[in-house]
């Protein structure tokens, strides 16, 4: 089945200690892209990815990190979380930068 | 940078047709897709358009003109399991993609 799988589906954690949330797709798509999504902000694009080893910055890459070694996958990483990280966070993938998204289930994210 | 519009919330009956609008500012534009997210799930894809006019995909349709910044996501025929939230996105041509916030549409009986 063609899809978006992300992990962990919920995470918890405390100030500070790092964390990645996964991302594979199993569409063979180019173009890979995290958001997060707020009550009342929308989803906002944080990174994305045009191709391997090609990242860029979204609105609001602050406090993350993207890595693109293989097509795919491409895990978020949150080196040193903080409160105002905790979101839903989606992952999405499509065939290339023209061509509509398939999103992940989500990962519910709580910094305490 | 990119800056899109739409209302927060409309209600509408079972049966009956709505137009979502979306306006936008964008430099570089490179497409606009319309998304359908029911609460606690993920977004789901529903139209695109980059050229103006009209496409038409069953009971959804959804129009763009590029000089007006302005494009509509119509529901016809509508039922209750359309409540949802319906999301408007443009995407530039450095790949990048801005979503509005989105419009929360509740169908009643």
């Known amino acids: 089945e063609a899809q978006v799988t992300q992990n962990p589906r919920y995470l918890i954690t405390v100030t500070g200690k790092k964390l990645t949330v996964t991302c594979s797709q199993n569409?063979?798509?180019?173009?890979m892209s995290w958001y997060r999504q707020d009550p009342g902000l929308g989803l906002r694009q944080i990174y994305y990815s045009m191709n391997v080893e090609v990242t860029d910055k979204g609105d609001v890459p602050e406090g993350y990190k993207v890595s693109r070694k293989e097509k795919r996958n491409f895990p978020l990483i949150l080196e040193s979380p903080s409160p105002n990280q905790t979101s839903l966070y989606f992952c999405?993938?499509?065939?290339?930068?023209?061509?509509?998204?398939?999103f992940g289930n989500g990962t519910r994210l709580t910094v305490t | 940078g990119q800056n899109i519009d739409q209302p927060t919330e409309m209600t509408a009956t079972e049966g009956a047709i709505v137009q979502i609008n979306c306006t936008y500012q964008?430099?570089?534009?490179?497409?606009l897709f319309w998304y359908q997210q029911h609460a606690g799930e993920a977004p789901t894809f529903l139209s695109y358009n980059v050229l103006d006019g009209l496409e038409e995909k069953g009971r959804f349709s959804s129009f763009l003109s590029r000089s007006k910044g302005y494009s509509y996501l119509l529901l016809k025929e509508l039922q209750m399991k359309d409540s949802a939230s319906y999301l408007c996105?443009?995407?530039?041509?450095?790949?990048?993609?801005?979503f509005g916030d989105g419009t929360t549409l509740t169908v009643k009986p």
């Open positions: 996105a443009v995407k530039n041509n450095a790949g990048k993609s801005t």
């Open positions: 964008t430099s570089g534009f490179n497409g």
């Open positions: 999405a993938s499509s065939l290339d930068s023209n061509s509509p998204l398939h």
């Open positions: 569409m063979n798509h180019e173009y």
